[in-house]
């Protein structure tokens, strides 16, 4: 069974440039998660969705983040313009309800 | 105050040795499952706890519901263990996770 497929595993962008990831989850898994990882940090939420729907966005900083997940399987996250503030590793996971979490492989950022 | 606090945030053994890696938390929760991250690497879920204790090969879990606390332990230590384990509790019923910082293990041969 294919796990969770993200890309692009790195990008090095300049500030203000645009960015985009992409996420597709584990087959039939309802529920997906978008994840920033900074350096010695845990994983912190940027938007859950269940199916097509985000349920949980308080933490997506909405200015310069968008994500969408069309018809609840794969799912894009955006910045635009991306701020040096934003290099990370940004991740995707997936899950059936009450289970394990799946993450992908993440997407590295750095913005010089 | 972070939900869930792990310790030690940073750990080295001698190849071999018993590790013991803990995690408390302070919300109500469903189940409580710990990760493991290598270098450069995703992150792999190793359990999901909702009472008692799991083990799989050299690596054993337990959860204390009453006084919020789990621990990872890893017997037999090996350098392929070196990795950044991470506690993460689901909250309740619904599909909220809580991270915590993550322990950074060394272990050297």
């Known amino acids: 069974e294919a796990g969770v497929v993200q890309s692009p595993r790195y990008k090095i962008i300049e500030k203000k440039q645009p960015v985009a990831f992409w996420c597709n989850p584990i087959?039939?898994?309802?529920?997906l998660y978008w994840y920033r990882q900074n350096l010695g940090q845990g994983p912190e939420l940027l938007i859950r969705?269940?199916?097509?729907?985000?349920?949980?966005d308080s933490q997506l900083p909405k200015d310069r983040f968008s994500a969408e997940r069309l018809k609840g399987v794969d799912s894009t996250l955006k910045i635009q313009p991306a701020e040096l503030g934003d290099s990370a590793v940004y991740l995707c996971?997936?899950?059936?309800?009450?289970?394990?979490?799946?993450f992908g492989e993440g997407s590295r950022l750095t913005v010089l | 105050k972070n939900e869930v606090e792990q310790s030690p945030q940073n750990l080295t053994a001698q190849e071999g040795e018993f590790i013991t890696i803990n995690c408390s938390y302070s919300?109500?929760?469903?189940?409580l499952h710990w990760l493991q991250q290598h270098p450069g690497g995703g992150i792999v879920s190793l359990f999901m706890?909702?009472?008692g204790k799991k083990k799989h090969g050299r690596l054993i879990a337990t959860i204390n519901i009453q006084e919020k606390h789990s621990s990872l332990h890893i017997t037999a230590s090996h350098p392929r263990d070196s990795a950044v384990y991470i506690c993460?509790?689901?909250?309740?019923?619904?599909?909220?996770?809580?991270f915590g910082t993550g322990t950074s293990l060394t272990v050297i041969p």
């Open positions: 706890l909702s009472s």
């Open positions: 969705y269940e199916n097509e729907e985000a349920v949980d």
């Open positions: 919300v109500g929760i469903s189940a």
């Open positions: 996971a997936s899950s059936f309800p009450s289970r394990e979490l799946f």
């Open positions: 087959s039939g898994h309802n529920t």
């Open positions: 993460a509790v689901r909250r309740g019923a619904g599909n909220q996770f809580y």
